[in-house]
């Protein structure tokens, strides 16, 4: 087993409600999942992105 999270870049923009698909919007939220990601990896989790 591994200590890992999974993190579905549609469902961060569902909690967001952030459908923006312009380069401002995706810049967002790609930051948005390196926030989420960087918690995770403090947490000694694994990070997997869909």
Not at 38 to 46: A, I, P, V
């Amino acid at each position: 087993m591994f200590n890992a999270v999974w993190l579905n870049a549609d469902k961060v923009r569902e909690m967001a409600n952030d459908w923006d698909f312009s380069d401002e919007g995706r810049t967002r939220q790609s930051m948005r999942m390196k926030s989420f990601a960087d918690f995770e990896k403090n947490l000694k989790l694994l990070v997997l992105k869909k």
